[in-house]
């Protein structure tokens, strides 16, 4: 028996595996008793029995007991199981518990069967080792202490397996969740078959309001957030995988073909059931998420490229809209692309110091006279060209690049309001565009109020101009709150771009702004008989009864301007009176129309002053947008 103990022993420290240790168990155990035969049937928790080894049986006989369920009169095996303690049956043909089985050993002339439970620590039965006897008889008690000894021999062996699942079960799934982590996420990329086309798809999703709950109820009802979703997402998604693949990322490989048949459908389904409340750590809250989508084809024919494509689409769908599905498509990879150089470029702006304020004048339409500024942001390239925001607006997809921008843009015009005073210069206000990026990475009124009293600027002088997308397409109080908070300080607000995002009229009774800015897209078409007229019209008639201020965007002609004004539109800007000039070019319009005040003070801008173009780089195509009669896009 010592020889046994030591090889067996060795098996099982050399990492042998769990097969071939019970096979030769039961080997070694056949070659000390002579004529019988041996076999070792692991036990589940459902209480199932699994062949796992038995060298001198037909597999005949394993395939019938693959699968049964243990019981007080099943056999001898599953009778030990059941009962957790050792079952003789010493003439199996006569035995009613051997009466289903019997016919399965025909020919091998074995008479009896003797059966020992596995046992572990807690109580559970782990295997049943059984010894056949070609006599009708029970054990001698050599023979049973050499099967409680191999009996031993097996719990070791199955422990060490156990262990090997479970650290390989922690390796691979999720605490959190219970789904499985990026590791399997990867293995099951590796071994899926990609020599069909259309035969299975890719979905990566991610949980657009982890951060803002984290942020706002903490990260226990965040946790709670992560559960309520994987659990929504692996009902929708059954029998396919869900994968939790770290923070807010999931993902889901789909083989099903009712799945795969429409994946908008399939995407659909996975919004609807995530759209309704959790308690999340006492909170009601409700999973929202946007949904990436790649299928493998002939143009992404691995796994790895179905991965990136599915990335691109995901990262496609948070930039357009978060809470939406996008699938990909080939122009995706290449938009990306573009919008990766845009960011590489700013980032490199930033740092070096090549972002500048220029200003736009906003005048009384009937006068001229300048009744303030909008701030729009530009880029020096490093040969000193200027290239206007329209050319490297997808850097703003990053939220850390917007930010900077922001922070960046703010204390400039801070600084320039401050040498504005210092010579003298009138001015009412300076308008600065501000993105959805700026509200969501810290407190927006901390970081303009703490700038402005650094430079010592006047914070009543700023408007804080916000885009329709950004004020209206979130669904948490984190905007509204910030901008009530800056208009407490003094801050007028602007609703920017009104007419091309999420707003309606019924928003203007909703939202605390000061003005209204008409979109240019309005404002172009101010000719009789286009529905522009009758929109602006009324737009003009309701915000100035709400008591809001109304500015027009875009202003290119004479014609427009004497319309809007003839509608009850008092103020505007566009190329019609300037275009965006640098601080000093500003400087001196303020310095020449002050000296230029008629009788009743009115400071006045000259229509289509039209000042040096700055000097450009021939590699930026999209500079040409500076010389068109069209509103650059501003920050």
């Known amino acids: 028996m010592l020889l046994i103990q030591n090889k067996i022993l060795g098996m099982i420290a050399d990492g042998e595996p769990l097969e071939q240790t019970a096979r030769q168990i039961c080997v070694n155990l056949e070659e000390t008793l002579p004529g019988v035969a041996s076999s070792i049937l692991t036990v589940d928790r459902a209480g199932l029995m699994h062949p796992l080894a038995g060298p001198s049986l037909p597999a005949s006989y394993s395939a019938a007991i693959e699968g049964l369920m243990i019981g007080p009169e099943v056999g001898s095996c599953g009778t030990a199981a059941y009962r957790r303690e050792p079952v003789v049956i010493d003439d199996i043909v006569h035995d009613p518990r051997f009466a289903r089985f019997i016919h399965l050993l025909d020919g091998l002339d074995l008479q009896a069967c003797w059966s020992f439970p596995v046992i572990d620590a807690t109580g559970r039965v782990m295997a049943v080792l059984a010894v056949y006897a070609p006599q009708a008889r029970g054990p001698s008690q050599e023979e049973r202490e050499l099967a409680l000894a191999c009996v031993d021999l097996c719990g070791t062996a199955l422990r060490r397996q156990e262990r090997i699942i479970d650290r390989e079960r922690r390796a691979t799934i999720d605490a959190l969740t219970g789904l499985p982590n990026r590791l399997a996420f990867n293995a099951a990329l590796a071994n899926i078959a990609c020599d069909e086309p259309g035969s299975w798809a890719l979905f990566v999703l991610d949980l657009d309001n982890l951060k803002v709950v984290n942020d706002t109820f903490g990260h226990l009802a965040g946790d709670d957030l992560i559960r309520a979703a994987a659990r929504r997402l692996s009902q929708a998604m059954a029998p396919d995988l869900a994968f939790r693949l770290g923070g807010d990322e999931f993902a889901v490989i789909i083989q099903s073909a009712s799945f795969l048949a429409d994946l908008d459908d399939t995407a659909q389904n996975i919004f609807r059931l995530l759209d309704s409340p959790a308690i999340c750590h006492g909170h009601s809250l409700v999973p929202q998420a946007t949904i990436g989508a790649a299928v493998l084809s002939h143009a992404q024919a691995s796994a790895i490229a179905v991965n990136e494509a599915a990335d691109f689409a995901l990262y496609h769908a948070k930039e357009t809209g978060r809470g939406g599905f996008v699938r990909y498509w080939p122009g995706i990879g290449t938009r990306i692309a573009h919008r990766r150089d845009a960011i590489r470029d700013v980032a490199e702006a930033l740092a070096e110091d090549r972002i500048e304020a220029h200003y736009q004048p906003v005048v009384r339409l009937d006068t001229g006279e300048i009744i303030g500024l909008e701030a729009l942001c530009r880029m020096r390239t490093p040969d000193g060209g200027i290239v206007s925001a329209h050319a490297f607006q997808d850097a703003t997809a990053d939220a850390r690049v917007a930010a900077e921008l922001t922070r960046q843009m703010v204390d400039s015009v801070a600084r320039d309001m401050v040498w504005w005073r210092a010579l003298g210069l009138p001015f009412q206000h300076v308008g600065i565009n501000v993105t959805t990026a700026d509200f969501y990475t810290g407190s927006l009124a901390t970081k303009l109020t703490e700038a402005f ?182 920050f």
């Open 453 to 634: 009293e650094r430079a010592g600027a006047p914070l009543d002088h700023l408007v804080l101009e916000v885009t329709e997308d950004v004020y209206l397409g979130r669904r948490d109080q984190v905007v509204p709150r910030e901008i009530a908070a800056l208009r407490k300080a003094g801050v007028k607000v602007a609703l920017d771009d009104f007419g091309t995002g999420y707003a309606s009229l019924t928003h203007l009774l909703q939202v605390p702004v000061d003005i209204i800015k008409i979109d240019q897209a309005f404002v172009a078409r101010l000719r009789p008989g286009d529905p522009s007229l009758v929109i602006v019209d009324g737009l003009i008639d309701i915000v100035r009864r709400l008591g809001m201020e109304v500015i027009a965007e875009g202003i290119e002609t004479g014609a427009q301007a004497r319309q809007l004004w003839t509608m009850g539109c008092k103020f505007g800007q566009g190329f019609a009176y300037s275009r965006a000039i640098d601080r000093e070019a500003i400087a001196a319009m303020l310095r020449d129309h002050a000296e230029e005040e008629d009788e009743n003070g009115v400071l006045r801008c000259a229509r289509h002053h039209d000042p040096e173009p700055p000097r450009r780089r021939a590699s930026l195509p999209l500079q040409a947008v500076e010389e068109t009669p069209q509103r650059a896009v501003s």
